[in-house]
């Protein structure tokens, strides 16, 4: 799941990205083009709901490439719903900030 925080005060989004406890996939980064697909850039972490997620921000209006890496280096994909899309019918997933 991907939750939107705009700023009121600048161009920007927050946007969260969310997997539940318990996800057979974690440890897992959020790796894209917006951190040079580096999977050290932002790593999922523990919350205190017990859910894991990482924040990133972007400038309002851009659309950036991105997938989840897991353990062992197995690629992951946020589904696609209102807040991704599908690139060109490759496996990495578009998000509209």
Do not use: C
């Not at 980064?29 to 990133?56: E, I, K, M, Q, Y």
């Not at 897991?70 to 696609?80: A, K, L, S, T, V």
Request: glycine share 10%; aromatic share 10%; charged share 30%.
């Amino acid at each position: 799941m991907i939750r939107k925080q705009r700023f009121a005060t600048k161009a920007e989004v927050r946007l969260t990205f969310v997997l539940p406890e318990g996800d057979e996939r974690l440890p897992a980064s959020v790796v894209g083009d917006f951190n040079g697909w580096d999977p050290l850039a932002h790593p999922f972490r523990r919350r205190s709901n017990r859910s894991w997620s990482v924040a990133v921000t972007l400038p309002e209006g851009s659309a950036h490439e991105f997938r989840y890496l897991g353990d062992g280096g197995r690629w992951f994909d946020e589904e696609p719903n209102g807040e991704t899309v599908l690139v060109n019918g490759g496996p990495n997933r578009i998000v509209r900030v």
